[in-house]
């Protein structure tokens, strides 16, 4: 299928071939028929990707304080590699489409359902098919066509300001910025019974603000503006602002302040320099508020991912029933939706599009695309390179690997697949949800196809190893399917976030070798730690003392919102199961022992992420980890302290190792961070390539995993 997607490294517009999205939970499918652009949002996109590196970092301030940071911590050259990275990302454009169901994964509805056939709005992307949350759609009535229905998520935006801004029938407002969100929201004030003023320097959309209901409009400077108002509202100012512009100047919302009435209200739809001046709010009472594009519900992922509805007794109005009321108006007549349209192109003509936004050759406002069913393919599955033949055969008991690789993330890209490529084995396909990113990095590193049902690669016979870097929650289920159809699995950690998982893929695991030839597929979890240089090193120079040792591992692991994923206990499992584990593995590896006791103490105002580890191992040795998310950012990530019989080592970060009465080492830099992805990866290829067992002994992959979990109960 075709999609819109954006270069952040250089702004250019790409038309590209993606397989079609994979079906998720709580989420339907559809066949796009029309896509509006958000000419304000896409515009500023369009800016920032054309913008140089200069440019970049002034508008994203933040964004620079953490490369600093990490620069300070892992180095400049891995800093670079991640930033390029990410702006080398795609970046799928839209958020207004309308189209046909033509599947859906959906347990209950909060309304009437949604079947295959029906017609709907969505915030899908600029795409011939996209995957949407049950609670990101609405049915469009009979009466109201594609062309107009595909206004109903701007209309949303519009809407959630003006339901903040609480109009009552008679009150005043004024509109500044008459663009699309402009448009539509004097159509909303006045269907409320309020009459409303527009602001705009473009003539045009003046004259056209006065046929869709305002009884004034205009452009003038500050001055002129407070004066005229003055006049229009008998010298009371009015009632309340809607800024619907797009702009980094102050002056919309200074001028907001301006010719309000005293206790009036303004409310930021568009975005505004925000920096405000106290007397203009303090004089008159004045109150201001941002509003959250659609409505209550967005950017809760409870909402918009998982489908859980808002009770509609306590939340009346949510992003869906916002988008329902939108399509009411439209149905009623009250909106007028085809005298927004100035622009309509197909698909394929994207590019054409985009010129006229950016560089604005001629007056626009509703740009739509179109999309045609002739030329639609609904395959979940794209080619993209030749197959090659990756090693050459070795005379070894094992096979050659061809990967498949489930998941495309930033870890995958900055990390997995560079190691993985550079073995030289071959890769035969990338899956991925949406499609966007699976592609991207198939044609980065050399995969034959992009597809974005996991089945496509486990029931491929060709492939017969797999590398697994998605969500923790879908691990255990990768693996044990992969194992049983006798694929050799990498999996990132960790290997799964419940006992009664691992107790599954014991089992599994245990079928396959149970007297198969070559000692069946091989299991490994990404514990790179005992891979890193610097770590072989020191487990060689303390090998010939034979004494137990006393390991000190210190984690500045830095705070993550509570409602990020990895926090979720369903999707995550929580840092200890998921981070943890990676020094737990570490320490049991330079130990060169079973764990006999462990205990946990954790910060009681923060238990989830600070804590502190004891371990005790079957041959004496001791091992503490540190793992603190209260700290400075600034501060080296990880440092790891091995003392034994008189000698000492400290590893700072895995870039420099000091070593303290050893005859013949005092220390190794290296030039690079290094925490022996490459070296890991590289092993468990060579694994597989030899016949030999796995890097990491299976059993003890099932002990760090299984104390991870009673450290985390």
Known sequence: ??????NLQNGNIEIADIPCPALKSEHQLINTTWSLISAGTEKMLLEFGKAGWINKARQQPDKVRQVLNKIKTDGFFPTLDAVRSKLGQPLPLGYASVGV?????????????MRPGDRVVSNGFHAEATCVSKNLCARVPDRVSDREAVFTVPGAIALQGIRLAKPEIGEIFCVTGLGLLGLLTIQLLAANGCRVIGLDPDLNRCKLALKLGAADAFFADTDEVESRMNDLTTGRGVDAVI???????NEPVHQAASICRKRGRIVLVGVAGLELQRADFY??????QVSCSYGPGRYDPLYETKGHDYPYGYVRWTEQRNFEAVLEMIRSGKLDMQALITHEFPIEEAVAAYDLISLQTEPYLGVLFKYSDSNRDGNGAISIHKPHKGRSKSSSPGVEP???????????????LPAIQQTGIRLKSIASQAGVTGTHLG?????ETSVTDNRQILEDADINTVFISTRHNTHAELVMEALKTGKHVFVEKPLCIRPDELAEIENVYQQRHTGATGGGPLLMVGYNRRFAPQVLRAARLLK?????????????AGSIPAEHWTQDPDIGGGRIIGEVCHFIDLLRFLAGSRIREHQIVKLEADTADTVCIQLLFQDGSIGSIQYFANGHKAIP?????????????????FRMMRGYGFRDFRKLKLGRQDKGHNAEVKAFIDAISSGQESPIPFEQIVETTRISFELAD
């Open 544 to 556: 010939a003392d034979q004494a137990p040792l006393s390991i000190t591992m210190l984690v500045n």
């Open 283 to 288: 004089e008159k009472e004045l109150s201001f």
């Open 402 to 416: 061809v990967v498949g690789m489930i998941g495309a993330g930033g870890f995958a890209d900055q990390v997995l």
């Open 243 to 249: 800024i619907t512009a797009a702009t980094s100047s």
């Open 1 to 6: 299928m075709k999609q819109i997607l954006q």
């Open 637 to 653: 990530k990880e440092r790891l302290e091995i003392y034994c019989n008189g000698k000492a080592i400290q590893i700072d970060n």
């Open 443 to 447: 044609r980065k590193y050399g995969f």
């Open 101 to 113: 169901v033509t599947s859906a994964a959906v347990s209950s509805w909060p309304g009437i359902p």
